[in-house]
C-alpha cells in the first residue's frame, strides 16, 4: 500500500478540482519528512464559508470566516492524526484579492495546514511571516514558476 493513501480528500458543500492528487499527498509527505515529523492520517475536507464557519465557531469559538481550520488530533510526540477544513468559498475569494488562481491558493491553504501541523503558528505577525516563507518555498517547490 502507497504511504499516500494515508492522506484522504473528503468533500462537503464543494468540490474543487484537483488535478493531480498522487502528486499532492506524495508533496505533503515530503513536507512532514522535511520538518520532521511522523503521519499516521490527514483528513482533509473541501467545504464551504458556511460549514467551516459553523466548526470554527463550535470548537475553536471563533465567530468569524477563515479559510481554513486545522485539528490535531493526536497525542503529543505521536504521528500525526489531524483533520482540514478548507472553506472553497474563502479560497476563491482570497485568491482574487490577491490576483492569483484558485488552484495556486488552494495549494497554499493546503501548505499552510501541514505547516500548523508541524508547529508553525501564525498568531504574531513575526510567526505569520515565517509560515508565509514557509508557503512560499513548498509552493515554489511544488508547482514552480509556472503554475497558472
Known amino acids: 500500500m502507497l504511504a499516500a493513501s494515508r492522506i484522504n480528500f473528503f468533500f462537503s458543500g ?3 478540482t484537483l488535478r493531480d492528487r498522487l502528486k499532492l499527498k506524495r508533496f505533503i509527505h515530503y513536507i512532514l519528512k522535511r520538518e520532521k515529523k511522523q503521519l499516521e492520517s490527514i483528513n482533509i475536507v473541501f467545504s464551504n464559508d458556511a460549514e467551516v464557519h459553523k466548526i470554527n465557531k463550535a470548537y475553536l469559538n471563533h465567530d468569524y470566516l ?5 485539528f490535531e488530533l493526536s497525542a503529543k510526540g505521536k504521528p500525526i492524526i489531524a483533520e482540514l477544513y478548507i472553506s472553497c468559498d474563502r479560497v476563491r475569494e482570497n485568491a482574487q484579492l490577491h ?7 488552494l495549494h497554499r491553504v493546503i501548505f499552510h495546514g501541514v505547516l500548523h501541523l508541524c508547529g ?3 498568531k504574531t505577525k513575526r510567526q505569520s511571516r515565517v509560515m508565509r516563507h514557509q508557503e512560499d518555498v513548498y509552493l515554489e517547490q511544488y508547482l514552480g514558476k509556472c503554475f497558472t
Do not use: A, L, Q, R
Request: aromatic share 16%.
Open 66 to 70: 477563515t479559510d481554513i481550520v486545522t
Open 14 to 16: 464543494s468540490k474543487p
Open 99 to 105: 490576483n492569483t488562481s484558485f488552484g495556486y491558493e
Open 120 to 122: 508553525y503558528n501564525d
